[in-house]
């Protein structure tokens, strides 16, 4: 059986050849370097199955048991058996719709891969809300885009990365070299050079889509193989970007490429069946991008890469449909909704740095407050952190070495040297004269803005001795963070350089990462719920394959700690095999918004590098000194961006219990509403009366001051907890203008007042959708009110 399929795949090499001659005659490709890397990867795929005919020749390959999700089984050969082929023995049809095959309800295989071993089998067709598939589907379509720019543009164009992107679609960079590019430079003194930007006219953009619909007409089928390091070198001799990945893949790892039509690319897969599968594909934009960290930061450097963007569906009403949720979307622009309502503003003064203006900070306020009942629930102490450290805390934590372009450095003032220089001291010395150890301050002392709250957390639990008893220690901060995030990257409040961080983090025993990490998905659930995401999805990012910490028995005792508490959440959850940062793996969460948008917000960490860098100690039962594990945790994430989630989820029309306008008393004058009339004793009185409810609503936490106790403290100064947000109409126009111009402002509920509801001490209430809820006391008000804040509505 095994030697049937290699000679399968053999009798296909010149089929495919053909079907690529044809491609590169018909699109005019340039430089004979494509069509070489094409024929390296079919020699090569043709001399392994070669290698592999003669290994099995005469031996019989073992039997593998196929389960499908039904309970009914199929049998078939290692190395011989395809998903494919199992589709095609079921259903053309079902051969035909299928983009992928799911392996033990994880992990994704090409549906031309031979299957290795027994297996639970699932034939996936495109599921727009399935998040993998669509990241999967939109990295096929990256390879289809990286094909058609090289039809296009030749030996000129060297691609860098191309992947899918999660907020949607996929893009791909490259660099538009120089037609004498020399082979020998570096990707460092490549991307030095100056080359021009270039500037993409409407006919170039319409060319390149055409060429893609060609590919696609032609159902170019994905093929994989694995090889190695070298192979991989000789097939890139002219593109230092690949180059530059291929370095970076540690030599025990596996290589693999994939060749769809004349088109190789270095790639870890999988991908869908073949390009007619990704029938309406659009370019959307382009833009700048950088290779290296490093040039971000440097204004002089010249913007050498390309970055371009498209969005790809298996048919045009999915596109269309795509296109009219992105339509609603840019309705819901946070910028646009955050300016209209009044709630942040940004200026060039401080670039990154947003200013909350009233109604945005009563919004603020109420996420911190709700936050806080939070950490009461679950066990959390807040605590308040400097803003900076010194350079030596970084180095320490290893932020120095691995960040520090990403931190705001600070340097003390010029003046300072001279001033403390003649200070009188009085004969007693200072108390920075006292400082010793590497803390100790010196005259050209730098220091660091922190970007996160970690090292200060770890700073305050070693300031006391600590037992097994105490833990876990859970610290909670709201601290303000800096990053030095490039100017260009700027964006509302999604991408800014100052931010808050509901930052905590968890001091605790190996034995109880379980139960901390279960307690967490707990209180990211129960937030979520509250913000009425309609889904979010969770992934385990698991031990990368070198450059680690600790021993592999403590990462697999950690991950199967991630994996017991993901499995008891209830959540469906998928693995992102090696992708856990060096110091442990970390669970990332995506919300899903009302467009059916991801948004990278949570994320649970585990640490074992930071406790032993800090020297963090404990005493366990015996007496023994321990480290403890750090568990880092950040629900909301940055609440500016969670804040500009919000805005874009909710469209700007805010729930009640987060509203920054929660009601609207519209004053009526004989038919005619607001304030601005002659005077009069009835339309003094009304106004008292208008006056009298936004007090009562706006102070409701307030005991009355004719009812309070002589030795009480004054209620303008003490401890306040309970109010409302509440305005009166001042305008002059009718009812219906009134009502409908607090309805477009997003007010949650308007409360109009007459002479008869004040003689009744009542208000007409009218919520914002138009219901009429009739005629309320003041007391009733409060009520709908409070149940409306304690329910989350």
């Known amino acids: 059986m095994l030697s049937a399929h290699w000679r399968h795949v053999k009798s296909t090499q010149t089929a495919t050849a053909l079907r690529v001659g044809r491609s590169f005659g018909q699109l005019r490709l340039s430089s004979t370097a494509f069509e070489k890397r094409a024929q390296a990867f079919t020699q090569e795929r043709a001399r392994q199955a070669e290698q592999q005919l003669k290994l099995s020749s005469g031996i019989q390959q073992p039997s593998i048991e196929i389960l499908f999700p039904d309970g009914s089984k199929k049998i078939g050969s290692a190395g011989t058996t395809t998903p494919l082929s199992i589709a095609q023995g079921i259903s053309g049809k079902l051969a035909k719709t299928t983009l992928i095959a799911q392996l033990n309800g994880n992990t994704y295989w090409d549906m031309s891969r031979p299957l290795e071993q027994s297996c639970q089998l699932e034939l996936i067709p495109f599921q727009e809300n399935n998040d993998r598939l669509t990241n999967l589907f939109w990295h096929s379509s990256a390879h289809v885009l990286g094909m058609s720019l090289e039809a296009k543009y030749g030996s000129r164009l060297l691609l860098c990365d191309g992947p899918a992107i999660k907020q949607g679609g996929f893009f791909y960079e490259f660099l538009l070299a120089k037609q004498d590019q020399d082979p020998s430079v570096s990707v460092g003194e490549l991307l030095q050079q100056n080359y021009p930007s270039h500037q993409f006219s409407k006919d170039e953009i319409a060319d390149i889509q055409r060429i893609m619909q060609q590919f696609i007409a032609q159902r170019l089928p994905f093929e994989r193989l694995s090889v190695s390091q070298q192979f991989a070198y000789d097939l890139f001799p002219e593109n230092k970007f690949k180059q530059h990945f291929i370095g970076n893949i540690p030599k025990d790892s596996e290589i693999t490429l994939y060749k769809c039509g004349p088109f190789v690319d270095l790639c870890r897969g999988p991908h869908v069946q073949h390009t007619g599968q990704l029938q309406a594909m659009e370019i959307l934009r382009t833009s700048s991008a950088y290779f290296m960290p490093e040039l971000d930061r440097d204004p002089k450097s010249p913007q050498a890469l390309t970055r371009m963007y498209g969005i790809a569906f298996p048919s045009p009403k999915e596109l269309k449909q795509w296109h009219h949720q992105k339509a609603e979307a840019e309705k819901r622009d946070h910028r646009i909704i955050g300016k209209n309502q009044g709630l942040f503003a940004v200026h060039q003064a401080s670039p990154g740095s947003a200013f909350m203006l009233p109604h945005g900070t009563r919004i603020v306020e109420r996420l911190m407050r709700f936050m806080r009942q939070q950490y009461r629930k679950y066990g959390f102490e807040e605590v308040m952190t400097p803003l900076m450290y010194k350079k030596e805390l970084w180095e320490t934590s290893g932020h120095w070495q691995n960040y520090k372009d990403d931190m705001f450095q600070v340097q003390r003032g010029c003046d300072h040297q001279h001033h403390h220089g003649h200070e009188h001291s009085h004969g007693q010395e200072g108390e920075s004269s006292k400082e010793k150890g590497p803390l100790a301050e010196g005259h050209d002392e730098v220091f660091g803005l922190k970007p996160m709250n970690c090292p200060g957390h770890c700073l305050i639990f070693d300031m006391s001795t600590r037992s097994y008893k105490d833990l876990p220690i859970r610290y909670a901060d709201f601290s303000a963070l800096h990053r ?26 190996r034995d109880q990462i379980f139960q901390e990490i279960r307690s967490t998905l707990s209180f990211v659930d129960t937030v979520y719920r509250t913000f009425k995401f309609p889904s979010y999805e969770l992934a385990l990012s698991t031990r990368p394959l070198s450059n680690f910490l600790g021993s592999v028995q403590e990462w697999d005792a950690a991950e199967d700690s991630l994996r017991k508490a993901l499995d008891q959440s209830g959540m469906d959850w998928s693995i992102n095999e090696g992708d856990g940062a060096f110091y442990g793996p970390k669970i990332d969460i995506l919300v899903r918004d009302a467009l059916g948008r991801r948004h990278q917000t949570a994320t649970i960490q585990l640490d074992f590098q930071l406790p032993q860098r800090f020297g963090l100690q404990f005493y366990d039962q015996q007496g023994e000194k321990q480290s403890p594990v750090i568990v880092h945790r ?20 805010w729930p009640f219990w987060i509203s920054p306008r929660q009601a609207m008393v519209v004053p009526v004058f004989g038919g005619k509403a607001g304030l601005e009339d002659e005077g009069g004793d009835s339309r003094g009185s009304l106004t008292e009366y208008a006056s009298h409810v936004r007090e009562t609503l706006s102070k409701a936490g307030r005991s009355p001051i004719d009812k309070r106790d002589p030795d009480e403290v004054d209620p303008v100064v003490r401890m306040d907890d309970k109010h409302y947000f509440v305005d009166i109409d001042q305008s002059s126009g009718t009812l219906n203008k009134m009502v409908r111009d607090a309805q477009v402002a997003q007010y949650n509920f308007i409360l109009v007042i007459g002479e008869k509801e004040k003689e009744r001490a009542t208000v007409n209430v009218r919520t914002r959708e138009g219901e009429r809820l009739g005629e309320m006391t003041i007391p009733e008000v409060l009520k709908l009110f409070q149940e409306r804040e304690d329910k989350f509505l």
């Open 484 to 509: 030095n995030e490039s100017t260009g990257s700027l964006t509302g409040l999604t991408r800014v350089r100052r931010f808050h961080q509901d930052d905590a983090h968890i001091f605790c025993t």
């Open 634 to 653: 950040a629900v909301l994430g940055s609440v500016e961006r969670m804040m500009a989630i919000l805005i874009e989820h909710t469209g700007g029309r």
